[in-house]
């Protein structure tokens, strides 16, 4: 029987190979799915030698038919092509296919840049079937829809698949399935069942109806004929999936609902609350749209077992949102959407994109002023700019002469663990060499810090204290405020402490104590501390 093997990297989840293995295996194949480090997928941390022989030895040992290599960011390329590399190394005939966000917006980079044979474009339920049919039958496999070929890159258009109740649930299961740890051991069976984690990924729709100038989807809406794009599986369909992975795990915990944007039809919202708290009843987090945001909607899910919601709103600029990004929302906007998750007690985390060069200083101040004026609690995930290639913001910035087309490329290819570094604010970011920018951001973190009272946040602002010592601003540390299960993994360098935060948190109880009074005389605590720092800091102080 034909066998395949399907690598994600570093991601166990894996909603996009797991979607691809069950339709295959609906097609009478052999599949083999490897889960190629457990890490968070932008964690950055290089894969070791011991993790790459472990895993050229699972696929000495399987001996497939065909590789496909799932790339779904930037940050895996450099992996993706080494592992091509190195099956080519050792089963020259091996044919190699990447698929995945990243292939699909460069597929001929990836072409001739690795050692593939195809590059899956777009969704790649029906491309990836038939291309194995083809290829076990012994036709002619350079003419597939939806694949490009090393000999011939031009794109033949496929439609996504149309109806996605017709698709076969995630393939959830302990037969041939693998991951590789990152000391070269290799776990088998489902990390799903087996422990390795305990949150269940799936999604409602696919496409999103909005077209960020910083995202994918609008480049991959162009793949297709118009309204091809933004489907949605009915409540019945998606209700059934939870209720059997719930019968596979019963100690499944926790449901991410990844779309892009989770549907905001009031009707099919109402059927959903009422069958899902029915039938599964399992606490839930969604991704959504400020713009997506209805109070009728957040009421019944919440009800439902919602108990998290993630909002990109990327600058409270008016100005960046709709001249760079392309986004609609006003500010008012904003606060009411978070006004109404907060409204029903949801955990809250709000997405930023703080380093780019369409935004002023003066427009980083607006974010503050914004962050201040939402209410408490949330987290802010804050990050720099990362151009994805072939994207309209991209394209802008190679015609305004902020960055090449090669100095994209070479983000690409660079170093993982450092290309984290770019992407997410913290210790050694370029972004904190910039001291204007990064004693806003660091204010942004403060406001979003619910341990730290709004009115010293104000007196943060409205002092000279971190202008005047701008190590106080050296890292994330504020806005790590609390063990949230996603931070709980995360790599050293998120969690480094600058001089002045390991000064304070020596100083903690009476820091505390003064912070909750909110009769505290403010320049009394701050001659305090500055004193205390100055004296035993062993760190010099910057001018």
């Not at 693998?178 to 990390?191: F, K, L, Q």
């Not at 999604?203 to 793949?223: D, E, M």
């Not at 503050?368 to 408490?376: N, T």
């Not at 690409?412 to 920018?437: L, M």
């Amino acid at each position: 029987m034909f066998k395949v093997a399907l690598i994600s990297i570093d991601t166990v989840e894996s909603y996009g190979t797991r979607s691809l293995s069950a339709n295959l295996k609906r097609g009478g194949f052999n599949v083999h799915n490897i889960y190629f480090g457990a890490s968070m997928l932008q964690s950055g941390e290089k894969k070791t030698e011991a993790e790459y022989q472990s895993l050229d030895g699972l696929l000495m040992e399987i001996k497939p038919d065909l590789i496909g290599i799932s790339i779904i960011s930037t940050f895996c390329h450099s992996v993706a092509v080494e592992i091509a590399r190195r099956v080519k190394s050792f089963s020259t005939n091996t044919p190699v296919i990447f698929g995945g966000v990243h292939p699909t917006m460069s597929p001929v980079f990836c072409l001739q840049t690795a050692a593939i044979d195809y590059v899956c474009v777009g969704e790649g339920e029906e491309s990836l079937l038939e291309l194995c049919e083809r290829l076990t039958s012994g036709q002619d496999a350079s003419a597939v829809p939806g694949i490009m070929y090393k000999g011939n890159t031009t794109y033949i258009r496929r439609n996504p698949p149309e109806d996605l109740n017709e698709l076969p649930f995630q393939d959830i299961g302990n037969e041939n399935k693998y991951t590789v740890i990152v000391d070269g051991s290799v776990a088998t069976g489902d990390p799903f069942l087996n422990g390795i984690t305990t949150h269940f990924h799936t999604k409602c729709s696919r496409g999103c109806p909005f077209g960020c100038t910083y995202c994918s989807n609008a480049n991959i809406r162009a793949l297709y004929d118009p309204g091809k794009y933004l489907r949605r599986r009915s409540v019945d369909n998606v209700v059934e999936e939870l209720k059997f992975y719930k019968s596979l795990k019963p100690g499944l915990v926790h449901v991410w609902f990844i779309d892009d944007t989770f549907p905001s039809n009031p009707e099919w919202v109402r059927e959903f609350s009422i069958k899902y708290k029915e039938q599964v009843g399992i606490p839930f987090t969604i991704w959504i749209h400020p713009l997506k945001i209805k109070d009728e909607n957040i009421a019944l899910l919440k009800d439902a077992g919602l108990v998290k919601a993630m909002a990109g709103v990327e600058s409270a600029s008016f100005k960046t949102r709709r001249e760079a990004f392309h986004r609609g929302e006003t500010n008012q906007n904003i606060i009411d959407a978070i006004a109404i998750l907060q409204k029903y007690g949801l955990k809250i985390t709000v997405d930023m994109i703080l380093d780019h060069p369409w935004e002023s200083t003066s427009e980083l101040k607006e974010t503050f002023e914004l962050v201040m004026a939402l209410p408490r609690p949330f987290t802010v995930a804050m990050h720099s700019m990362t151009l994805l290639p072939n994207t309209e913001l991209a394209k802008r910035a190679v015609r305004e002469g902020f960055t090449t087309e090669e100095e994209i490329i070479a983000n690409i290819v660079s170093d993982p663990q450092e290309s984290a570094k770019t992407y997410n604010w913290c210790k050694g970011a370029p972004i904190q060499n910039n001291s204007a920018r990064a004693y806003w951001i660091f204010l942004i973190m403060c406001a979003a810090n619910p341990e730290i009272p709004k009115w010293f946040v104000k007196l943060l602002a409205s002092s000279n204290f971190l202008k005047t010592y701008p190590i106080g601003q050296r890292d994330i540390q504020v806005v790590t405020w609390k063990a949230d299960e996603e931070l709980v993994n995360l790599p050293s360098i998120y969690l480094s402490k600058s001089a002045l935060v390991n000064r304070l948190s020596e100083l903690s109880p009476l820091f505390r104590r003064i912070l909750s009074s909110k009769r505290a005389k403010p320049f009394l605590f701050m001659n305090y501390v500055v004193f205390k720092v100055l004296k035993h800091s062993k760190t010099p102080i910057q001018g």
